[in-house]
């Protein structure tokens, strides 16, 4: 998947591609996910991304929760790993 638009509270997401690991639907009752523009119910999903810099831990991949709706599908012409470095 990729990003199309910018996520609020996710700066330099847009046009990066990432795998989805879930997709689940969110109340957002506590009004607190900084990825969200509004406290009405949605699609969300979580979707890890290639780190850009080595910084923190020596994970090579950050997860992100984002709208649905803010992401598109992309053909792989291969099997995307994401635990390959």
């Known amino acids: ?17 990432g795998v989805v690991r879930l997709v689940y639907w969110s109340a957002n009752r506590t009004a607190h996910n900084p990825a969200r523009a509004t406290t009405d119910p949605a699609w969300m999903a979580r979707v890890e991304f290639p780190k850009l810099r080595r910084h923190g831990n020596d994970r090579l991949r950050v997860t992100y929760s984002l709208p649905l709706d803010a992401l598109e599908r992309i053909e792989s012409s291969e099997p995307v790993d994401p635990h390959q470095e």
Do not use: F, I, K, N
């Open 1 to 17: 998947m990729r990003c199309l638009q910018p996520v609020p509270g996710r700066p330099g997401l847009t046009g990066r591609a």
